[in-house]
């Protein structure tokens, strides 16, 4: 069974700050996903990275895949209000399709 | 173009009873996935379905199973209800090339709550 470990599990932050998400595993994913979920509804995609070593930017967010494509992290710059929520990261085992794995997600509150 | 619905949005039940979940897929797309979601934690894969079939199975008992139809929409049936069933069980719909990157669309969760 592969696992993804995500930390912080909860961050409080004021806005304006800036702030990591990491997600950990000792298996090998052929991608990772990052999703932001709202009270009562099911989570959205952010981003999808592939590559190891793969940086990809989303306006304040960033996202990078570790070069052994078993780790993943999420900056974001400047926090605002508005991305108040939680951020599940989900992994693809090898051959597996798209049958995600994911983690624990963390909760993440940004005071005005 | 619609997205993924599901029904009911809410439901209770005791414990030993049975349950069916429906959810109807994104207009286009051939798989849908069942995620569990209990409170506090991430999603966890239960099983996948694509034309029909059972495509793979996460780590769930036989009670859970799972149906999909000709027009794509699925269904998740749960027997002998746990209190431990309780949880918010997300349908997820995709176009099937095999990959890795195949977009999974969530829909909005069916809350169960087993007493």
């Known amino acids: 069974t592969q696992l993804l470990e995500q930390s912080p599990q909860f961050l409080s932050i004021q806005e304006g700050e800036n702030l990591t998400v990491y997600c950990n595993s000792s298996s090998v994913f052929s991608s990772l996903q990052w999703y932001r979920q709202e009270p009562g509804e099911g989570p959205v995609l952010l981003v999808t990275?592939?590559?190891?070593?793969e940086v990809k930017k989303l306006k304040r967010l960033t996202f990078q895949f570790g070069d052994a494509r078993k780790d993943s992290s999420l900056h974001i710059t400047a926090a605002q209000p508005g991305d108040t929520g939680l951020y599940l990261c989900?992994?693809?085992?090898?051959?597996?399709?798209?049958?995600?794995?994911f983690g624990g997600g963390t909760r993440l509150m940004v005071k005005p | 173009e619609t997205g993924v619905t599901q029904s009911p949005t809410h439901l209770i039940k005791t414990r030993g009873q049975q349950v069916t979940l429906r959810c109807s897929s994104q207009s286009g797309h051939n798989t849908v996935s069942w995620y569990q979601q209990a409170l506090g934690q991430g999603p966890q894969f239960i099983f996948q379905y694509y034309r029909e079939e059972e495509n793979g199975r996460g780590n769930f008992p036989p009670r859970f199973s799972g149906l999909q139809f000709p027009n794509y929409s699925s269904e998740l049936n749960v027997n002998a209800l746990e209190l431990d069933d309780s949880a918010l069980y997300l349908c997820a719909s995709s176009l099937y090339s095999g990959g890795s990157t195949d977009t999974q669309y969530f829909g909005p969760g069916t809350r169960l709550t087993v007493l």
């Open positions: 990275v592939v590559t190891g070593g």
């Open positions: 989900a992994g693809a085992p090898n051959n597996a399709g798209n049958m995600l794995t």
